[in-house]
């Protein structure tokens, strides 16, 4: 398995609150990945890392903010968290990005619900 | 806009009774298609890379084909740990966002022994 451990796992919160969650691997990896995951919407990209304080958006990023000051660990903050946010989130790492042959490796997930 | 689309939804079958997945997918640039296992509550499992069509991998009971399409995953003697939800993914050769993996809602399938 890949190294991966994400923080929480669980987590309820109320609406208007900060939450922030963490990724950690011990791979090395280059690449970082945040994806929540809805029924009906499948896996979507919320915002990636290609480097150190190098991370763009993803196709649902409005509401989220990503920081990485550190190879091994990737935050996802929710400034104020909405009921639309209540998902499952999984962070995921690759070792080459763009390049061919790169495959995603994703963590656990963290389960958040936003009363 | 890439999409990918699975079929069917959700599939039951017998222990042993076989199979297939369809993955249908229209990407600009294929740069690879991804077979991922997910089981309730864990995050998905990587199970094969398929880079060009004809192209055809296989892991335990697991066989994937792809071809300019669509791509296929058959499942051959089916056991009961086999159940899980199968995703299928592909990888964009163009634009600017590195490893973007767009993502069908994936096949529910289920063995009963």
């Known amino acids: 398995d890949a190294g991966i451990t994400q923080s929480p796992r669980h987590k309820v919160t109320e609406t208007g609150t900060p939450v922030t969650l963490r990724c950690h691997q011990t791979e090395n990896h280059r690449y970082m990945y945040w994806y929540r995951q809805d029924p009906g919407h499948g896996l979507r990209l919320i915002h990636y890392s290609y480097g150190v304080k190098d991370t763009d958006k993803g196709e649902v990023s409005d509401g989220y903010s990503v920081s990485r000051s550190k190879t091994e660990d990737f935050l996802l903050t929710l400034e104020s968290a909405t009921s639309s946010q209540t998902s499952v989130y999984f962070c995921?790492?690759?070792?080459?990005?763009?390049?061919?042959?790169?495959?995603?490796?994703f963590g656990p997930g963290t389960r958040l619900t936003v009363l | 806009e890439d999409q990918v689309t699975q079929s069917p939804e959700a599939l039951r079958l017998q222990e042993g009774e076989s199979s297939s997945l369809n993955c249908s997918y229209t990407v600009s640039g294929l740069r690879g298609l991804f077979w991922y296992r997910q089981d309730p509550g864990k995050g998905p499992e990587f199970l094969f890379t398929l880079y060009s069509a004809g192209e055809e991998k296989e892991k335990e009971r697991l066989k994937a084909t792809l071809t300019k399409k669509e791509s296929f995953l058959h499942i051959t003697a089916p056991k009961p740990e086999d159940s899980a939800t199968y995703l299928c993914a592909v990888h964009n050769a163009g634009g600017t966002s590195y490893g973007k993996l767009t993502f069908g809602q994936g096949t529910i399938l289920t063995v009963h022994p």
């Open positions: 995921a790492i690759s070792s080459n990005g763009q390049g061919a042959g790169d495959t995603q490796y």
